[in-house]
C-alpha cells in the first residue's frame, strides 16, 4: 500500500528541500504546543501519515514498540510525580493527581507522535533524498554514508551464509560455551578479512572512476518547481508563525499545580486551525489530484 | 589492422616485491612484453592463471597500475581519463545505494556541470536499454546486469579505450552472452577499442578481432584471432590445447588446414561441406534405478516471498554415488534445491531427507568457506588422512598455494583448495553450487577424476553444459520451480537444439550422439593422424 501510494502521490513527488520544510513545521508543531489536544491531533497526522506513505505493515510493526514506550512513560510520571493539587486516590501513601496524569498524557502523545512523525520521514525522504539535502554541505561525509548504507544489510547478509557454509561443513556435536565463543570468533575474523579483502577491489574501482581527483559534485536529480516553492513558503512561514507565538507565550498550557481548562477559544483556535490545515496539507493535496484522477476516469469511461 | 597503435608497449617488465613468511622476494610477473594496440579492435588476452595478463593489463591505466618495478616503455596516444577500466567481480564495483548514484558517481567524481551529466546520462541508459533498473537497488541485480551497470558507469566519460580485466568469468553462460553482446555493440556502433583478459575464451572467442596468448610472464604467440589459435593446436601440448574453444579444437581436428571455425554455424557448415564417414560410437550405460536412495524428496514446496513459490511440488530421488547435475537457467531454483538438500533451508510444504555420514557443501560465493589464514591450516585438521592429503596437493598442484592465504588466490585455485578441503574430510555427499565457473579443462578433468575416486554422491548445480555432459551419470533439468525432465547425461543433450553443447549445435543434424569433443575424436578419429 505504501509504495503504490508513493509513487503517484503528488506530495511525494516534491522536491527533498519541501520535504524537509513539512516536516520541520510538524515537528516544531509537536514540540512547541504544550495543549495536550494539539498534540492529540499531531498524533493523528503522524499516523495518517505513516499508515498512507510507509503502508499499514511498517506502521503496525513500528507501533509494536511505539505504544509500550509511550505508555510506560504515563505510567511513570503518574507513580513518580506528585506535583498538583486535585488527589484522585493514594497508592502506598503516595498521591496521585489529576494533574500528573494529563501531563503524563501529553508526554505520551508527544513522544509517540515524534516516534511515529519518523517512520512517514524514512519513507518520505529515503536515504539517496537524504544524502542529497547533506551532499552539499558534506559531500564526502554523505558519500561515506551512502556506502555504509550498502555495505551494512551485505554484511549481515554474508555473516549468515558463512554461518550456514560453515555449520553444515563441520559439524560438530559439542555443545560447551567455549567452543561457541571460539567458532564465533573465527566466523568474525573470516567475515572482517572477506570485507576488507573486498574493500580494497572497491578502493580500486572508486580510483579508477577518478575519485577524489577533484571536488566531488552531486548529480543534478531533482528540480526546484513553482510547486515547490509555494509549498516551501507555505511551510516556512507556518513554521515562523508558531515561533513567534511560542515567543510570545500564545502556545503555553499550565499544568501545574492546576491545569487550565482544556478548551479552544478566540486566538487560540486561529492558531489551531493553521496548525490543522498546514499539517494536514499533504492530504490536501493527495485529494485534489484523487478527484482530478477520478474525473479522468470518468471521462474516458464515457467518451 | 591497418589503422595506427593508440598503445604500444616496447620491451615492458614487471616485478612484485612479495612479501611471504617474513621474507621479500622479487616474482617477475612480466618480462619482455611487446604489443600495439590498434584503434578499433577487440584483442584478447588469454593464458593460464598467474601467467601475468591482468598485470599486463593493470599497466595500461595509470590510476589502476599495481605496485612493483615497472620497466621498459608503454607509449601512448590517448590520455589516462580516456582509458576505462572494468574488473572481474561485480560485487565489489558498485559501492551506493542505488543503481542511478552509481552511474553518476563518475561524472560526479569529475565535477561534470548539471546539463552534461543530465544529457549523458540519458543517451547512456537509452543507448543500452537500462531504464527499468535505474531505480533498483544493486543487490536486487543478477551478476550480469551488475557488470553492465558497472560497464556504463565508466562509459559516462566518454572513454576510448576499455580495458576489461576478466569481465565475464564470473558470470553464468547466459548473463556473460548478453554482456558480450554489449561489447559488440560497443565495438561495431562506436568503435571503442576493447582490450580484455580471459582465461576460458568459450564465451569471448568470436567478438576477438586479434589473439594474444601469454605463458609464464611472457607473450607466446600474438596474432589474428584464427592464426594464434592455429598456432595453439600446432603446439602440440596439452597444455595449450586445452584452452582452445571446443569449436575451434574440433574444427582444426577435422581439418588443419582450413582456417580456424570460431561459431558454431562456421563448425556447422564446415562439417557438412567436409561429408565424414562417421562411426558408431560406444555408449556407455549405468544404471543407477535400484540402487540405495541418499536424497528422497516428495512433493517439496518452498518460498523466500510471498510473491512465488521457488520451488514447487518438487519430486527427486538421488542414488548412492550417483553423479548428478542439476541444469536449468537463473533463478530456476537450482541453488535453493542444493541448499535444501544440504539442510541449510527447511521445506515449507513436503519432506526433503538426506543420509549421510559427512557432507561437504560448496557455496557459490567461495570467500564464505574460508575460515582461515592459510590454505594448509584451513585443509588441515587432527584426524586427516595424512598420505590423502599429500597426494591430493599432488594432483591439484596445491604446493605452492599452501602458504597463501585463500584470498590472495585466483579464482580458480580457491575452487581447487575448496575442493581439496572438502575431499579430505571424507564426505559421503558432496553438494557443488558452480563448481566450474573459473576452471580450465585440464582441471576440470582432475576434479571429475578426484570425485570418483571418493566413491562420494555428488550434486551438482551447473550451467556449465561441456562439463555434465563429460562427467555427469545423469542430469535433471529444473523450470519454473520443478523437474521439467530426468536423464542420462548422454540422451539429455541429444534431441536438445537450443540447451546443449556447441558440439551437439554444430552436429547436431548430421549425428545427434555427437555432444562432447572426445565424440568427434572418437567417431572421426585416425583421420587427422
Known amino acids: ?303 | 589492422m591497418a589503422s595506427k597503435a593508440l598503445i604500444s608497449i616496447k620491451n615492458m617488465g614487471f616485478t612484485y616485491d612479495n612479501y611471504i613468511q617474513g621474507k621479500t622476494r622479487k616474482k617477475v610477473a612480466l618480462k619482455g612484453i611487446n604489443l600495439d594496440i590498434y584503434e578499433g579492435e577487440i584483442l584478447l588476452i588469454m593464458g593460464p592463471s598467474g601467467c601475468g595478463k591482468t598485470t599486463l593489463l593493470r599497466n595500461l591505466k595509470k590510476e589502476a597500475a599495481p605496485y612493483g618495478n615497472l620497466s621498459g616503455k608503454i607509449e601512448s596516444l590517448v590520455d589516462s581519463s580516456k582509458i576505462s577500466i572494468v574488473f572481474s567481480n561485480p560485487e565489489t564495483q558498485l559501492v551506493t545505494t542505488s543503481v542511478l548514484s552509481d552511474l553518476a558517481l563518475s561524472m560526479e567524481n569529475l565535477s561534470y556541470d548539471a546539463y552534461t551529466q543530465k544529457k549523458r546520462m540519458s543517451e547512456t541508459v537509452s543507448y543500452f536499454g537500462i531504464e527499468d533498473l535505474l531505480h533498483r537497488h544493486p543487490d536486487t541485480l543478477s551478476g550480469g546486469q551488475k557488470q553492465i551497470i558497472s560497464l556504463c558507469s565508466q562509459l559516462m566519460v566518454h572513454p576510448e579505450i576499455l580495458l576489461l580485466d576478466e569481465p565475464v568469468s564470473q558470470l553464468d553462460p547466459i548473463s556473460a552472452l548478453e554482456f558480450t553482446d554489449t561489447l559488440r555493440r560497443l565495438n561495431e556502433e562506436l568503435g571503442i577499442t576493447i582490450v580484455m583478459t580471459e582465461h576460458r575464451p568459450d564465451d569471448v572467442i568470436s567478438l576477438a578481432h586479434r589473439l594474444v596468448y601469454m605463458e609464464q610472464a611472457e607473450v607466446v604467440y600474438q596474432d589474428d584471432t584464427r592464426n594464434t589459435l592455429k598456432d595453439l593446436w600446432l603446439s602440440h601440448e596439452v597444455k595449450r590445447k586445452d584452452f582452445l574453444p571446443v569449436v575451434s579444437k574440433c574444427s582444426l581436428f577435422l581439418d588443419e588446414k582450413r582456417p580456424t571455425c570460431i561459431t558454431p554455424k562456421e563448425l556447422k557448415l564446415m562439417a557438412k561441406s567436409l561429408d565424414l564417414p562417421t562411426k558408431q560410437i560406444q555408449k556407455r550405460h549405468d544404471d543407477f534405478i535400484n540402487a540405495e536412495k541418499v536424497v528422497k524428496i516428495r512433493e517439496l514446496f518452498f518460498a523466500y516471498d510471498r510473491e512465488r513459490y521457488a520451488l514447487r511440488n518438487l519430486n527427486l530421488d538421488i542414488s548412492k554415488n550417483e553423479f548428478l547435475c542439476i541444469m536449468g537457467s537463473n533463478g530456476s531454483g537450482k541453488s535453493t534445491l542444493l541448499k535444501i538438500i544440504s539442510g541449510i533451508l527447511k521445506p515449507h510444504i513436503g519432506k526433503a531427507k538426506a543420509y549421510y555420514k559427512q557432507i561437504q557443501y560448496m557455496p557459490q560465493d567461495l570467500n564464505s568457506f574460508f575460515t582461515e589464514d592459510t590454505v594448509h591450516e584451513q585443509m588441515a585438521f587432527s584426524e586427516m588422512d595424512e598420505s590423502y592429503y599429500i597426494s591430493l596437493t599432488n594432483q591439484l598442484n596445491l604446493e605452492e598455494l599452501l602458504h597463501k592465504h585463500p584470498y590472495d588466490l585466483s579464482a580458480g585455485e580457491q575452487q581447487k583448495a575448496v575442493l581439496a578441503c572438502m575431499l579430505l574430510k571424507k564426505p559421503d555427499l558432496i553438494i557443488l553450487d558452480e563448481p566450474t565457473k573459473s576452471m580450465d579443462p585440464s582441471l576440470k578433468r582432475t576434479i571429475s577424476g578426484l570425485l570418483k575416486t571418493s566413491e562420494a554422491t555428488v550434486v551438482c548445480a551447473t550451467h556449465d553444459l561441456e562439463f555434465a555432459a563429460s562427467y555427469a551419470t545423469r542430469c535433471v533439468m529444473l523450470f519454473n520451480g520443478e523437474i521439467a525432465y530426468s536423464m542420462d547425461a548422454k540422451s539429455f543433450f541429444k534431441e536438445n537444439r537450443y540447451y546443449t553443447t556447441s558440439v551437439n549445435r554444430s552436429f547436431g543434424q548430421i549425428d545427434s550422439n555427437l555432444v562432447l569433443f572426445e565424440d568427434i575424436e572418437n567417431a572421426y578419429g585416425g583421420k587427422g593422424e
Open chain 1, 1 to 303: 500500500m505504501g509504495i503504490r501510494n508513493r509513487v503517484i502521490s503528488p506530495f511525494y513527488i516534491s522536491h527533498p528541500v519541501t520535504l524537509l520544510t513539512y516536516f520541520t513545521a510538524l515537528l516544531s508543531c509537536i514540540f512547541i504546543f504544550k495543549n495536550p489536544l494539539f498534540t492529540a491531533v499531531a498524533f493523528i497526522v503522524c499516523c495518517i501519515l505513516a499508515i498512507y506513505y510507509a503502508g499499514f505493515d511498517r506502521f503496525l510493526k513500528s507501533v509494536r514498540w511505539i505504544v509500550p514506550i509511550g505508555v510506560l512513560v504515563l505510567i511513570l510520571n503518574i507513580f513518580l510525580v506528585h506535583r498538583g493539587s486535585t488527589v484522585l486516590f493514594y497508592f502506598l501513601y503516595n498521591p496521585i493527581t489529576k494533574e500528573a496524569m494529563i501531563y503524563g498524557i501529553y508526554n505520551m502523545f508527544m513522544l509517540m507522535s515524534v516516534m511515529t512523525a519518523f517512520i512517514s520521514f524514512n519513507a518520505l525522504i529515503d536515504s539517496t533524498r537524504f544524502l542529497y539535502l547533506f551532499s552539499n554541505v558534506l559531500p564526502k561525509t554523505s558519500f561515506v554514508f551512502d556506502m555504509a548504507l550498502r555495505y551494512i544489510p551485505l554484511f549481515k547478509k554474508r555473516a549468515s551464509d558463512l554461518s550456514a557454509v560453515q555449520n553444515v561443513n563441520n559439524k560438530t556435536n559439542q555443545k560447551n560455551i567455549k567452543d561457541k565463543i571460539t567458532k564465533s570468533g573465527t566466523y568474525l575474523k573470516a567475515l572482517t578479512a572477506w570485507t576488507l579483502e573486498e574493500g580494497m577491489d572497491t578502493a580500486l574501482s572508486l580510483k579508477v572512476k577518478n575519485y577524489g581527483t577533484r571536488k566531488k559534485v552531486h548529480y543534478a536529480r531533482y528540480r526546484y518547481t513553482i510547486r515547490d516553492i509555494i509549498l516551501t513558503v507555505i511551510f516556512l512561514s507556518f513554521s515562523v508563525f508558531i515561533y513567534i507565538n511560542a515567543f510570545l507565550g500564545e502556545t503555553d498550557f499550565v499544568f501545574y499545580p492546576v491545569t487550565d481548562r482544556l478548551e479552544i477559544k478566540g486566538y487560540t483556535l486561529i492558531i489551531f486551525l493553521t496548525m490543522t490545515v498546514t499539517i494536514f496539507f499533504p492530504f490536501i493535496l493527495e485529494g485534489f489530484t484523487a478527484i482530478k484522477r477520478g474525473c479522468t476516469k470518468i471521462w474516458l469511461q464515457k467518451h
